[in-house]
Every structure is written in structure tokens, then in C-alpha cells.
């Protein structure tokens, strides 16, 4: 009788954690797959690979702003949320008309892919918790890296104040989201879901240099690519 008692109660309790099973495993695998893949590409300068990942509306925001980066006026450029700026500023900076005129979105994110514009990308970022809804997916966008140093730096708080004193501070590691699309069969990023969150800290890293959003972009810039640049490259390209 009692083991047949411990039968049922094993069975129940197997029963649960079926039911308790993430049915999403399976998508959740592909999306951080697809999410490493976009990081590694950017590293690696493979445009091709972050093609693969991207969606739709990703390649129709870059073919608008590859418009606007060929021909918009310097004050409207400076009116683009800043993440948008910065993707202007690097076409006028490193690129001539003749390269981008016939690009459309997809093209366009090979082409500045390629010449190595985002290689400085941080592997470090990954995608944490995913909540999937039907094809639609929001990923949470963490540093696992900071995230550790950080729980160090708590950890040492137990330490004397002295000793605290010697030590480098970490600030608090922050978190955004993503959106994921699923498009012809494949997990895939729009990366417009993350510009806002760009914006906000390049905005926030301008306020700490004490400068205008516009000057921390050319400073930016200018250290990206080795050239003092005049006010001049906000002009629409040359015809």
C-alpha cells in the first residue's frame, strides 16, 4: 500500500513539472542565439551575419535614415533623437554619396557593418529573461561581467571605511529590452526597439562630458576615427 501511495504521489509530482515546463525553451534558445550572433558579427565585421538576424522594419528604419543622411539639412539632423545623430554623423564622416545612393536598408547594414563601424560592439551583453508572446518576444538586455563586479563591490562594503577608500567604484549595472520578431520562420531583432535606450545614454553621457548632445557625437567620432572634425561634416553630402 505504501508503495503504491509513494507511486502516485512520484507520478503526480512528475505530472507538475511537465506542466510547469517553458514551452518556449526552444524559441528562447534561438533568440539568444540570434542576439550573440548579431554581437559577433559586429565584432567581426561580418555584414552578412547581422543581416541575417535583423527584421524588416530594422532595414526600413536604416533606408530612411541612409535618405537623411545623404541629404537632410545639418538642423534637422540635430533634431533626430540622438542615436539616429550619431548613424548620420557616421555616414558624413566615413562615407561619400556615391557609396550610399543605391544602398536600401538591408544594403546599407552590410555595407557600415563591414567597414568595421560597430567592431567596437561589446560582447559582454546577453540576453537574460525573455518573456515570448506568439511571434513577438521582449528580451532583457544584461552584462553578466558588470553584474559580477558590481556584487563584489556590495560585497565589500563589509569592508572599513578606510579600506573602502583605495577601492574602484563600480556603478550599478543597468538593464534594457529588445524586442524580438519572428519573420519567415526565424527569431529576429529590431534593433529600433533598442534606439531609445541608446539615445537616453548617449544624452546621459553628453550631460556628464558637459557638453552639447551635437559636440559629444564629433568628439566621438573623432576618436573613432583619428580625424579632428569641422562643423562642416553636418552638410548634406556632396552631389
Not at 534561438?30 to 551575419?49: F, K, L, P, S, V
Not at 563584489?152 to 577608500?165: F, N
Not at 529590431?190 to 541608446?198: A, G, K, L, R
Amino acid at each position: 500500500m505504501f508503495h503504491r501511495l509513494l507511486y502516485i504521489v512520484m507520478l503526480v509530482a512528475a505530472v507538475w513539472g511537465l506542466a510547469g515546463c517553458d514551452k518556449h525553451v526552444k524559441d528562447k534558445a534561438e533568440i539568444r542565439a540570434a542576439y550573440d550572433q548579431y554581437q559577433q558579427g559586429n565584432m567581426d565585421a561580418n555584414g552578412a551575419a547581422v543581416a541575417a538576424v535583423f527584421t524588416q522594419r530594422t532595414f526600413d528604419h536604416y533606408a530612411k535614415l541612409v535618405k537623411i543622411g545623404m541629404d537632410a539639412k545639418a538642423q534637422d539632423v540635430w533634431n533626430l533623437p540622438p542615436c539616429d545623430m550619431y548613424e548620420v554623423l557616421r555616414m558624413r564622416s566615413r562615407a561619400k554619396r556615391s557609396q550610399l545612393k543605391l544602398l536600401n536598408g538591408r544594403d546599407y547594414v552590410m555595407f557600415a557593418t563591414k567597414e568595421g563601424w560597430y567592431s567596437g560592439a561589446d560582447s559582454g551583453w546577453k540576453v537574460g529573461a525573455i518573456t515570448v508572446t506568439g511571434t513577438s518576444a521582449v528580451g532583457s538586455i544584461h552584462h553578466p561581467e558588470w553584474e559580477a563586479e558590481y556584487k563584489k563591490q556590495q560585497v565589500a562594503g563589509v569592508l572599513s571605511r578606510r579600506a573602502r577608500r583605495y577601492m574602484d567604484k563600480v556603478d550599478k549595472p543597468y538593464t534594457y529590452t529588445c524586442q524580438f520578431i519572428k519573420e519567415d520562420g526565424a527569431w529576429k531583432i529590431d534593433e529600433t526597439s533598442m534606439f531609445p535606450e541608446y539615445s537616453r545614454a548617449l544624452t546621459e553621457a553628453a550631460k556628464e562630458s558637459r557638453k552639447s548632445v551635437r559636440d559629444f557625437l564629433m568628439m566621438m567620432e573623432s576618436e573613432e576615427t583619428g580625424v579632428n572634425l569641422k562643423m562642416s561634416v553636418w552638410d548634406p553630402m556632396k552631389k
